[in-house]
Nanobody, 121 residues
Framework: QVQLVESGGGLVQAGGSLRLSCAAS????????MGWFRQAPGKEREFVAA????????SYLDSVKGRFTISRDNAKNTLYLQMNSLNPEDTAVYYC??????????????WGQGTQVTVSS
């Protein structure tokens, strides 16, 4: 079992920045690939970014490339999402998720409770 707790959300003006954190506990963090997802009101949850267990490989939703950066600190059992140049379309609840590294599918095994990000115009 892995417990994930997100933090760092809030209200920011368009063009601003936020850094989300996701603290993991319960199992060896470095054995899990990690991801960030978001869900806006009335929309389905969508993938935002992912990072492999070593941190050496990342992927992003096209609309956040160049603005968001996913990273991890395995010594601190923490995942991050640095979000710059935010716009109102980034408003959503952001979730972190963990996938055991041997899981070759796309389904994540554990999810956090989410943190709200609101970008005002």
């Amino acid at each position: 079992q892995v417990q994930l707790v997100e933090s760092g959300g809030g209200l920011v003006q368009a063009g601003g920045s936020l850094r989300l954190s996701c603290a993991a506990s319960g199992r060896t963090f470095s054995r899990y690939d990690m991801g960030w997802f978001r869900q806006a009101p009335g929309k389905e949850r969508e993938f935002v970014a992912a990072i492999n267990r070593s941190g050496g490989r990342t992927s992003y939703l096209d609309s956040v490339k160049g603005r968001f950066t996913i990273s991890r600190d395995n010594a601190k059992n923490t995942l991050y999402l640095q979000m710059n140049s935010l716009n109102p379309e980034d408003t959503a609840v952001y979730y972190c998720a963990a996938k055991f590294y041997m899981n070759v599918g796309t389904t994540y095994d554990y999810w956090g409770q989410g943190t709200q990000v609101t970008v005002s115009s």
